[in-house]
């Protein structure tokens, strides 16, 4: 009887690791960002990408801005510098200088609207 309810228990215990296990990689990052555009500073030290991120059917698309090492790839993260509701269209991404960047189009609606990251300086009009 001993053994049995211990072979149960080991078999529940690892049923339940399974299941805990396959829902931990099906939603533990259910975001994606799609590049836009990007564009690398004159110095060619630093990456401005515009990205539309999508989180699933229960939030809506944003458009998002990061600021990157220029050798470096997008993570699958929310934007550094900007978030904003909706496609990412529109916008323009201009290195005026290898620390000043000016970026067009932004929406009144946004999240987040850095004005300076990493020594790098942002305008929005």
Known sequence: MARALKIIGISFGVAL???FGVGYLLFSNMCANTIVNASTS???KWKVV???RNCGATTGFSSQISLIKADKELN???GNIYIADGYPKGYTLKW???TTVR???AYSKN???ETQFNGVQFSYK
């Open 17 to 19: 690791l399974l299941l």
């Open 42 to 44: 004159p110095n060619g």
């Open 50 to 52: 515009l990205f539309e």
């Open 76 to 78: 699958n993260e929310a």
């Open 96 to 98: 005026e200088s290898d």
């Open 103 to 105: 970026i067009g189009g």
């Open 111 to 113: 999240y987040k609207k």
